[in-house]
């Protein structure tokens, strides 16, 4: 019997952020656990190894928490190998109570990567996209990435960006190549622009560009953002100001999973000064009706 996710009424929250690891908890490439090392540092993470997908969905249902979860495809860029999508599918097809999967394609690919967003929306009934434009060394605006967008509009699916400074990379030499400026979110206003229908998520408090995130997200109708990847008690009083206020109903919990869990950010949310009617929407009802939940 294929399960369903748990019901709404069950759940404290849904994290619309958060990230899979491959099931041996490990990688084979080299560079990688010394990538992932770094990153456990800069996020001071409590896991020693990235966790697995089954251990994600059980920390999440152990927590009545859903999950959106997703790998990220940057082979291009990093020369890592990336989690296949199918094969983090078929797991989460089997902790479909807590998880909710989306997939992930570099739009370098291509023709090749378009023709599997195609079949992941419409055989497997993918409900987004994570696009890492740092990671994958693009800019969201870029019309080589438009076939790809075309797809996911088509297919009713979301999109979901990277915005902001980055972990990745962070103290290592060059930034490991990571270039900081594909993730101003401004790019994704072209996105949002030409494509209308597709809903765009901004991922993480936009750190130097905060201010054009809450602009695209308060001028497009079609574009909200996710709170993940800090600590809220780091949330700049602008942001915290528009989550009370005109972006109430657009504003989406997300922890960033594993590097930040989500115990840590809601404790620190509760300490934030939002008004009681607008932190449900913010935890769970912004994204249920986002998700079509």
């Known amino acids: 019997m294929t399960k369903r996710l748990l019901p709404l009424d069950e759940l404290v929250a849904i994290d619309i952020h958060t990230h ?44 009545k928490i859903a999950a959106v979860i997703f790998p990220v495809d940057a082979e291009r860029e990093t020369g890592f190998r990336r989690y296949n999508n199918y094969e983090m599918l078929e797991i989460a097809k089997e902790n479909a109570d807590v998880l909710i999967p989306f997939a992930s394609i570099d739009p370098h690919k291509g023709k090749l990567g378009v023709r599997e967003a ?58 490991m190549g990571m270039r900081l400026k594909y993730s101003n979110p401004m790019y994704m206003d072209d996105v949002a622009v030409d494509f209308p229908d597709m809903r765009i998520i901004l991922a993480h408090p936009s750190f130097p560009w905060q201010e054009e995130a809450l602009s695209v997200a308060t001028h ?11 600590s809220p008690k780091y949330f700049p009083p602008i ?31 509760a300490k934030l000064d939002i008004r009681d009617e607008v932190r449900p929407k913010v935890l769970k009802d912004n994204a249920a009706k986002l998700l079509g939940l």
């Open 220 to 230: 497009k109708t079609n574009v909200y953002i996710d709170l993940s990847g800090w």
């Open 239 to 269: 942001l915290v100001r528009y989550i009370n206020s005109i972006l109430q109903d657009k504003m989406l919990f997300g922890s960033d999973w594993p590097v930040i869990m989500p115990d840590r950010w809601m404790a620190d949310f």
């Open 118 to 175: 195609r079949k992941l929306i419409s055989e497997y009934g993918v409900k987004g996209f994570k696009f890492h434009p740092t990671m994958q060394g693009f800019y969201a605006n870029d019309r080589m990435a438009y076939p790809l967008y075309e797809v996911i509009e088509e297919g009713g699916a979301i999109a979901l960006f990277h915005t902001g400074q980055t972990g990745v990379g962070s103290g290592m030499p060059g930034g």
């Open 20 to 63: 899979a690891e491959e099931p041996c908890g490990c990688h084979a490439d080299d560079g990688y656990d010394d990538f992932q090392a770094r990153m456990a540092d800069y996020f001071k993470s409590p896991h020693k190894h990235p966790p697995t997908v089954e251990e994600t969905a059980a920390y999440y249902r152990a927590k």
